[in-house]
């Protein structure tokens, strides 16, 4: 499980992406790239980092389901991922 400032720090950089989004994105549009300098480099959605909803683990993450591998595969032999059960053949 990753850190909890972790997590806070990326909650507060998904923040400031949606609360700058229409102003960088106009900044973009004109060229004004001293404007885009002055920025807060958080609103940037490059610095923004995929991670499970639950653990905020970075790596192994399934976009699709938005948590990671181990708690995909947790939920899912819980059967509490609705359509999706264990292969065997």
Request: aromatic share 6%; hydrophobic share 35%; proline share 4%.
């Given at each position: 499980?990753?850190?909890?400032?972790?997590?806070?720090?990326q909650?507060?950089?998904?923040?400031?992406?949606?609360?700058?989004?229409?102003?960088?994105?106009?900044?973009?549009?004109?060229?004004?790239?001293?404007?885009?300098?002055?920025?807060?480099?958080?609103?940037?959605?490059?610095?923004l980092?995929?991670r499970?909803?639950?653990?905020?683990?970075?790596?192994?993450?399934?976009?699709?389901?938005?948590?990671?591998?181990?708690?995909?595969?947790?939920?899912?032999?819980?059967?509490?991922?609705?359509?999706?059960?264990?292969?065997?053949?």
């Amino acid at each position: 499980m990753a850190k909890q400032s972790v997590k806070a720090r990326q909650r507060k950089r998904e923040h400031l992406v949606a609360q700058y989004a229409a102003k960088r994105a106009a900044l973009k549009e004109a060229g004004d790239y001293a404007g885009l300098d002055k920025l807060p480099r958080n609103s940037s959605p490059v610095r923004l980092r995929n991670r499970c909803q639950l653990t905020g683990r970075p790596r192994g993450y399934m976009r699709h389901f938005a948590v990671c591998r181990l708690v995909f595969r947790d939920m899912a032999l819980d059967g509490k991922i609705p359509g999706v059960r264990k292969a065997s053949w």
